[in-house]
Every structure is written in C-alpha cells, then in structure tokens.
C-alpha cells in the first residue's frame, strides 16, 4: 500500500506563501501521476493543479491558482511538492496529495490520497 504524507500547511496572512510537501513510499514513484486537491467547509473537493508522468511533463491548473500556484516533481526523492504565491483568503483548505498510476498503468494502477494539510490564509 502506497502512503503519502503531506506536509507544510499553516497559517498565513493575504499575499504570502507555502510551499506543500508530498512524501510518498511508492517504490516506483515515476509511474504516478501526482496531483494536489483542496476541499474547503461546505464545498466539494477540487483539483488544484497536476503533473504527468514522463519525459516531458504535462501539467495542469486550475483556473484560480494559474500563475500564483506551481507544482512540482522529484522523482529520485519520491517528493511532489506545491509551491503557493500570493495567497488569498479563498485558498484556506484542506490540501491532499494524490498518487495515480492508472494513466501510465491501465487497470493494473492503483490511486492513493494523502491525509490532508490544512492551509489558512487569513491576516
């Protein structure tokens, strides 16, 4: 079974940053696309911004975090990581990491959620 641990949440005040660490066991970390999720009270959990695997990764944003939010890879480390500029109040969230290896995998791939990190932006 596949952990992953987030890490680098906290509080901190409008137009600051963070940045979210992923640590994950998997043994071939490579074969994962990663991901970050947030779910704020009261609304449905939504995809931040994620990375392929690859050569040449392809990576994607969520509309309000382009160019504020930049993800990342360490494949040798097994790290994702999610680097948070100008922070605004309506990031406050809980933030998860998601391990995928279906895309690279087909049906043999598996999916695993980290527990979550919480992230307040409030001055």
């Known amino acids: 079974q596949v952990q992953l641990v987030e890490s680098g949440g906290g509080l901190v005040q409008p137009g600051g940053s963070l940045t979210l660490s992923c640590a994950s066991s998997?043994?071939?970390?490579?074969?994962?696309?990663m991901a970050w999720y947030r779910q704020a009270p009261g609304k449905q959990r939504e995809l931040v911004a994620s990375?392929?695997?690859?050569?040449?990764?392809?990576?994607n944003y969520a509309d309000s975090v382009k160019g504020r939010f930049t993800i990342s890879r360490d494949n040798a480390k097994s790290m994702a990581y999610l680097q948070m500029n100008d922070l605004k109040p309506e990031d406050t969230a809980v933030y998860y990491c998601n391990a995928d290896s279906r895309p690279a995998l087909g049906i043999r791939g598996d999916a695993h959620w980290g527990q979550g990190t919480q992230v307040t932006v409030s001055s």
């Open positions: 990375i392929s695997t690859g050569l040449k990764y392809t990576i």
């Open positions: 998997a043994t071939i970390f490579s074969v994962y696309a």
